[in-house]
């Protein structure tokens, strides 16, 4: 089910709106977390990765460092609990995904939005087409910086969790309205100041 025209304005407006917010209100913690993921070790402080978006786009997704440099030196990997590559420092921002603040520039480049499913790479989305060709119905919508895979279900560290949280995803597509936003949001929220393991 897509939005109307006016939910879609009012999603994006709000999706300005509350980057804008978030950004200058988390201005100081972010200089904070920079000065700490510098002497944590070599690397850069922001992680740039490639990401498809809206109609498949690719686009360069932002976020604080969590990983030592050069943590995939064979290719795409995903991450576990017990993920030997997260600093310490990255093991903080993970828990109360505070890593992710940098993902509101790219809702403000209209990239993402604050809620919907959840960007993933190329190589994943391929890899999910082939388990379920719906798939591409995630590449109907901005990818969001929450979503109702990641407070129903959580983080996947395998193919076989990515395609049980994809369900999630694709009901998010199907069931999208902003009273689902609101709600999907609000749990955010909470996870959020709850820490929520990996």
Known sequence: MRLSGWQSVLKRLTDIVLS???LVIC????????????VSGKGPILFRQERLGLHGRPFTLL????????AEPDGPMLSNPDDSRVTGIGRFMRRHKIDE???FLNVLAGEM???????ERRHYVELLREKNPETDLLL???????CLGQVAFGYASDLEEMT?????????????????????MWHTI????RGRKE
């Open 101 to 103: 603040i940098p993902n």
């Open 20 to 22: 804008l917010i978030t």
């Open 113 to 119: 939005s604050i809620v919907g499913p959840r960007p």
């Open 190 to 193: 909470v996870l959020l100041l």
């Open 140 to 146: 109907t919508v901005r990818p969001g910086i929450t």
């Open 63 to 70: 976020k604080f460092r969590t990983m030592v440099e050069n």
């Open 164 to 184: 049980e949280r994809l369900g999630y995803e694709l009901e998010y597509v199907r069931k999208a309205s902003l009273a689902l936003d609101a709600k999907i």
């Open 27 to 38: 201005l100081p913690l972010s200089l904070v977390l920079a000065v700490l993921i510098k």
